[in-house]
């Protein structure tokens, strides 16, 4: 591989005598990685199914290491959204942000989604995830992929740090910034990025990540954590950026991420080839030691940089914009009573025929704790809608919580969204298929299905090995397959 050559001379004076070691790792293969979706089943459960050979990502709960000769896309286990597919070192960052169940989460450059669907896993339907991109193309693929996840509790945006802000003055618990930047721990893996390099260099993007963190530093709320990453070895964009966040925001502060040896023996991860933050790089304050770098010679994948960081003070509580419940989106409440209407009724009686037969155990959505649906109805698609949305009047929302279907003449049809974040005993009509029956590829390839046993009319939940798929209809004898087609396999 020849890099360019200003990259070389940079990286031998930064490394010093382990340049050498560093260099010797272009000449081996990238590490293939894939993420256990926790949202559907334990990293153990996991392992008893796997169809192919993986290994544990020492320092990923639920990570683990392919054979980059297989093809883990190829089977239904990936459309049934049981993992993600994702370099090992970038699955780090999600994994060092300290979510708790419940908390407001921000994923500002959040596509194509490996962040996110982590962070919505780690929620468990709990809270809400915000997750944004300013690229709509690039926020298309974060949210096919935070619906193949099953996530319910999302709210997936396209727009400019600047204008999230105007929205979310101190709203967040928890902020993600996988920020845009230079790749250069991603020469090994594609080389192409190489060239983008050379055109834009460190500049461009050091630019780009000031302004992003500057406005994600005045969305967090004081006593919150905000986590910053690339996957750059540039000290410019790491370190730097850091040292100009401190300057800008005295108030905020680089904490160590690493948990401490006997949780680490607990949860039984390892850190072992963790490199530490470099202050003397950029003249920085002594605090940028907190910092993390994941080096190529050091842990078996591409590189990584990490900074944790907490904005001091406690949130006063007050009643702002952003938590007002006087909203302007539209929300309804279908009241869970032996009647099936109620004032303001927006739901056709065949919509609420079909959702009263969903069984969703998600605590903000359970009938037994919360005796409320809240939803909002656009365009005649039905939405369930996390807790605690601001106004979001006048941003470009790709998806507003889980979208349950649509509302058509004397009928409602059921979302692949809806389907693919059920579990199967979340509803009663279930058609189960075997992963190795040519059945479920021709499900998802979007073909008629050959069923031999005898079934009522009406909807079925089409699922794996136990795991859902997506939606079918049986009417009079025939199967007519509702998987998504835009999501069908190739």
Same mark, same amino acid.
């Not at 297989?70 to 970038?90: C, D, R």
């Not at 940028?288 to 944790?308: M, Q, S, T, V, Y």
């Given at each position: 591989?020849?890099?360019?050559?200003?990259?070389?001379?940079?990286?031998?004076?930064?490394?010093?005598?382990?340049?050498?070691?560093?260099?010797?790792?272009?000449? @081996?293969?990238?590490?293939?990685?894939?993420?256990?979706?926790?949202?559907?089943?334990?990293?153990?459960?996991?392992?008893?199914?796997?169809?192919?050979?993986?290994?544990?990502?020492? %320092?990923?709960?639920?990570?683990?290491?392919?054979?980059?000769?297989?093809?883990?896309?190829?089977?239904?286990?990936?459309?049934?959204?049981?993992?993600?597919? =994702?370099?090992?070192?970038?699955?780090?960052?999600?994994?060092?942000?300290?979510?708790?169940?419940?908390?407001?989460?921000?994923?500002?450059?959040?596509?194509?989604?490996?962040?996110?669907?982590?962070?919505?896993? +780690?929620?468990?339907?709990?809270?809400?995830?915000?997750?944004?991109?300013?690229?709509?193309?690039r926020a298309k693929a974060l949210l096919k992929?935070?619906?193949?996840?099953?996530?319910?509790?999302?709210?997936?945006?396209?727009?400019?740090?600047?204008?999230?802000?105007?929205?979310?003055?101190?709203?967040?618990?928890?902020?993600?910034?996988?920020?845009?930047?230079? /790749?250069?721990?991603?020469?090994?893996?594609?080389p192409a990025i190489m060239k983008n390099w050379? =055109?834009?260099?460190?500049?461009?993007?050091?630019?780009?990540?000031?302004?992003?963190?500057?406005?994600?530093?005045?969305?967090? @709320?004081?006593? *919150?954590?905000?986590?910053?990453?690339?996957?750059?070895?540039?000290?410019?964009?790491?370190?730097?950026?850091?040292?100009?966040?401190?300057?800008?925001?005295?108030?905020?502060?680089?904490?160590?991420?690493?948990?401490?040896?006997?949780?680490?023996?607990?949860?039984?991860?390892?850190?072992?080839?963790?490199?530490?933050?470099?202050?003397? %790089?950029?003249?920085?304050?002594?605090?940028?030691?907190?910092?993390? +770098?994941?080096?190529p010679h050091r842990i078996d994948g591409e590189?990584?940089?990490?900074?944790?960081? @907490?904005?001091? *003070?406690?949130?006063?509580? @007050?009643?702002?914009?952003?938590?007002?419940?006087?909203?302007?989106?539209?929300?309804?409440?279908?009241?869970?009573?032996?009647?099936?209407?109620?004032?303001?009724?927006?739901?056709?009686?065949?919509?609420?025929?079909?959702?009263?037969?969903?069984?969703?155990?998600?605590?903000?959505?359970?009938?037994?704790?919360?005796?409320?649906?809240?939803?909002?109805?656009?365009?005649?698609?039905?939405?369930?809608?996390?807790?605690?949305?601001?106004?979001?009047?006048?941003?470009?929302?790709?998806? =507003? *919580?889980?979208?349950?279907?649509?509302?058509?003449?004397?009928?409602?049809?059921?979302?692949?969204?809806?389907?693919?974040?059920? +579990?199967?005993?979340?509803?009663?009509?279930?058609?189960?298929?075997?992963?190795?029956?040519?059945?479920?590829?021709?499900?998802?390839?979007?073909?008629?299905?050959?069923?031999?046993?005898?079934?009522?009319? /009406? %909807?079925?939940?089409?699922?794996?090995?136990?795991?859902?798929?997506?939606?079918?209809?049986?009417?009079?004898?025939?199967?007519?397959?509702?998987?998504?087609? /835009? %999501? +069908?396999?190739?």
């Amino acid at each position: 591989m020849n890099l360019p050559k200003l990259f070389e001379d940079r990286m031998r004076n930064l490394l010093g005598d382990e340049y050498e070691e560093y260099l010797s790792c272009y000449h @081996k293969p990238h590490f293939g990685g894939l993420r256990v979706n926790t949202l559907k089943l334990t990293p153990e459960e996991f392992e008893d199914i796997c169809p192919f050979s993986i290994q544990r990502i020492p %320092w990923i709960q639920n990570g683990y290491y392919y054979d980059t000769d297989m093809q883990p896309a190829k089977h239904p286990y990936y459309y049934a959204g049981l993992y993600y597919i =994702q370099e090992p070192s970038a699955m780090t960052p999600a994994s060092l942000l300290p979510i708790e169940k419940g908390d407001k989460v921000l994923d500002i450059c959040a596509a194509p989604g490996g962040k996110s669907t982590e962070l919505g896993a +780690r929620l468990g339907g709990e809270g809400l995830l915000v997750s944004n991109d300013i690229s709509n193309s690039r926020a298309k693929a974060l949210l096919k992929n935070i619906e193949l996840f099953g996530i319910r509790n999302a709210l997936v945006l396209s727009e400019a740090p600047n204008k999230l802000y105007d929205y979310f003055p101190e709203y967040f618990d928890k902020i993600l910034i996988d920020a845009p930047c230079s /790749g250069e721990g991603m020469f090994r893996k594609s080389p192409a990025i190489m060239k983008n390099w050379e =055109q834009y260099g460190v500049e461009y993007y050091n630019k780009l990540q000031k302004e992003i963190i500057h406005f994600a530093a005045r969305m967090l @709320k004081p006593g *919150g954590y905000m986590l910053y990453s690339t996957c750059t070895f540039s000290p410019e964009e790491n370190e730097g950026t850091i040292s100009y966040l401190l300057e800008e925001f005295p108030e905020f502060r680089v904490v160590n991420a690493i948990p401490d040896e006997a949780t680490c023996k607990k949860l039984n991860i390892s850190y072992d080839g963790f490199d530490y933050g470099k202050p003397e %790089w950029v003249n920085g304050k002594n605090e940028l030691k907190n910092c993390i +770098r994941l080096w190529p010679h050091r842990i078996d994948g591409e590189g990584h940089f990490i900074a944790l960081l @907490k904005k001091d *003070g406690v949130y006063n509580g @007050k009643t702002t914009a952003s938590d007002a419940d006087d909203r302007n989106i539209q929300m309804k409440s279908y009241k869970q009573t032996g009647s099936k209407k109620s004032d303001n009724m927006m739901l056709s009686e065949e919509a609420i025929e079909f959702l009263d037969d969903i069984k969703l155990t998600n605590l903000m959505f359970d009938p037994s704790t919360n005796p409320l649906k809240n939803y909002a109805v656009h365009n005649e698609k039905v939405h369930l809608m996390p807790a605690g949305l601001p106004d979001i009047k006048g941003l470009r929302i790709l998806r =507003q *919580g889980l979208l349950l279907g649509e509302m058509k003449k004397q009928r409602f049809e059921p979302s692949q969204a809806l389907g693919s974040s059920l +579990r199967k005993n979340e509803y009663d009509k279930i058609i189960n298929l075997d992963s190795k029956d040519m059945e479920a590829i021709k499900y998802l390839k979007c073909e008629s299905l050959n069923l031999n046993e005898d079934y009522k009319d /009406g %909807w079925y939940l089409i699922c794996v090995d136990g795991y859902s798929l997506g939606w079918a209809k049986l009417t009079k004898g025939n199967f007519k397959n509702k998987y998504l087609p /835009g %999501w +069908r396999w190739v």
